[in-house]
């Protein structure tokens, strides 16, 4: 059997937790019904495991089942809400506001709306990543339909203050919308707490299927509105027409409940990894940790590696680890993280960046041969193209 490297990409991907797998199989044979045929047992099956889903999932982040909309994954919710909003609140004003370290399932929208004729603030971040929250209130105008900022970011793990963000919109009364693709399970949400109108989420994060996630969408105090952007037979209350995926779903709400319940167990775990693997890399001379060093999420560490070619470091690292430099969907780019350049980065440091997604599964005896094999790498590298001296505020 070839070797394979130890897997800490967890942000782009997880596996899928065989316990998650266990509940899906029997949908897939025995439990094949569709949800909407309810003149019979086997759609009734599968109206009833779909119901079960909706209510877990909306337990978690404390809403009604009637909010919860399935949708095929983060990017389509992402886009059902800001184009739903865009649309359905036009003539009421089009102006949206949003974060230049967003994920481009959020950013591409935004510049397709701008072509329609819609204005769009990107807001700028500080040096950790968090978002200043004056400037998002004096950004807020008469004619602003929307906010969306993410609840963790997907490259550098940064943790936006979504109460504070929520408080702010509500006292506007614009509505608030989070990509909580990264956030779910992973760190305590609660719709009603932190005033959030709209909220999309993902299964494939945190080990469920790839292919199934869901858009919040607030019924009251205030009742959101929402364009449909798939028409069809009129599923999800018409926001979202197409044969609800029975599995997917039923392995989504199974991947949420496990992660509900060893969250604290695992957030604990996976700071200590964390701390274990950013310790000995924080003595060398020109490695930097990008993001606020405390407000993340557990399981994420991106450092810039100052003095080493971007993709000889990542190129040198692949036989032990498989790591990425930034969002998968943008891995084929050639241009730099936008992330990154948003925190003050030369294009240089930008490219010669690692972002370890660290998962349930890791152990500390893979991070400790990690850690061997990078600073071999960089060593090696530097000796090679010696680093330039430059300040730790890089």
Avoid at 31 to 47: D, K
Avoid at 79 to 85: D, E, P, T, W
Avoid at 94 to 109: C, G
């Amino acid at each position: 059997m070839s070797y394979r490297p130890i897997y800490l990409d967890n942000h782009a991907t997880t596996p899928l937790d065989e316990r998650v797998l266990a509940a899906m199989l029997p949908y897939f044979t025995e439990h094949f019904g569709n949800p909407s045929s309810l003149s019979h047992v086997y759609g009734w099956e599968a109206e009833a495991a779909v119901s079960r889903a909706r209510a877990i999932l909306a337990d978690a982040i404390h809403a009604t089942p009637e909010e919860i909309v399935f949708t095929s994954g983060a990017t389509e919710a992402n886009n059902l809400a800001i184009k739903g909003v865009a649309e359905a609140y036009f003539s009421k004003g089009r102006h949206i506001i949003t974060v230049q370290t967003e994920h481009n399932a959020v950013l591409d929208p935004c510049e397709y709306l701008q072509t329609l004729g819609f204005e769009v603030t990107y807001l700028p971040v500080l040096r950790d990543g968090l978002i200043d929250l004056a400037e998002l209130e004096q950004a807020i105008r008469a004619d602003t339909i929307l906010v969306s900022v993410m609840a963790a970011n997907n490259e550098i793990g940064v943790l936006q203050p979504l109460a504070e963000i929520g408080a702010i919109c509500r006292q506007h009364q614009v509505l608030f919308h989070t990509d909580a693709a990264q956030a779910i399970a992973k760190i305590p949400l609660d719709v009603e707490q932190m005033k959030i109108d709209l909220m999309s989420l993902t299964a494939h994060k945190i080990y469920g299927p790839k292919g199934i996630g869901a858009l919040y969408v607030r019924r009251r105090n205030p009742r959101v509105k929402l364009s449909a952007q798939l028409h069809g037979g009129g599923h999800e209350r018409g926001m979202r027409s197409g044969t609800l995926y029975t599995p997917q779903i039923v392995g989504f709400a199974s991947a949420v409940a496990l992660g509900l319940e060893e969250q604290k167990r695992e957030s604990t775990h996976l700071t200590q990894l964390r701390q274990r693997l950013w310790q000995p890399l924080s003595q060398l001379e020109g490695v930097y940790l990008n993001g606020h060093p405390t407000q993340r999420l557990p399981g994420n560490l991106n450092i810039s590696v100052e003095g080493v070619d971007g993709s000889a470091l990542l190129l040198g690292l692949q036989p032990v680890v498989a790591v990425s430099s930034g969002a998968a969907c943008s891995s084929v780019k050639t241009a730099p993280s936008h992330v990154l350049m948003a925190l003050g980065h030369s294009e240089a440091l930008a490219y010669a960046s690692i972002r370890f997604g660290l998962g349930r599964c890791n152990t500390a005896a893979e991070l400790d041969k990690v850690v061997q094999h990078l600073l071999g790498t960089i060593q090696s590298l530097r000796q090679a193209q010696p680093v330039r001296s430059k300040s730790k505020s890089a």
